[in-house]
């Protein structure tokens, strides 16, 4: 059974980068379209960036261009979400997912919560300002 564990979360202050990690455990996903999400308290669950299998094609949520940079490295069966220039507003968990009911096109992104079916247990970042 896949396991998906996120790390990198902490308390940073506004306009500091972090990078976030997804590491998948108990199967190889070199061959599944990834993606990010957030949750902010009182908030529900929203696409934060999707990246194809081959990391040849990325999408991100309107919010977040710019700042945001998804990247994966297959030899080591883990995906990162590179976060610049830190606002408040991106207080939130983060988290992982995978949606392995299906092989994408590698031009072809899920950018839907209901698209995936794999999930992580989540990473705290809170910015403060």
């Known amino acids: 059974q896949v396991q998906l564990v996120e790390s990198g979360g902490g308390l940073v202050q506004a306009g500091d980068s972090l990078r976030l990690s997804c590491e998948a455990r108990?199967?190889?996903?070199?061959?599944?379209?990834m993606g990010w999400f957030r949750q902010a308290p009182g908030k529900e669950r929203e696409f934060v960036s999707a990246i194809s299998w081959n990391g040849g094609t990325t999408n991100y949520a309107d919010s977040v261009k710019g700042r945001f940079t998804t990247s994966r490295d297959n030899a080591k069966n883990t995906i990162y979400l590179q976060i610049d220039s830190l606002k408040s507003e991106d207080t939130a968990v983060y988290y992982c997912?995978?949606?392995?009911?299906?092989?994408?096109?590698?031009?072809?992104?899920?950018?839907?919560?209901?698209?995936?079916?794999?999930w992580g247990q989540g990473t705290q970042v809170t910015v403060s300002s």
């Open positions: 108990g199967r190889i996903l070199s061959s599944y379209a």
């Open positions: 997912a995978a949606d392995l009911s299906r092989h994408y096109s590698p031009t072809t992104l899920p950018t839907r919560l209901e698209n995936f079916d794999t």
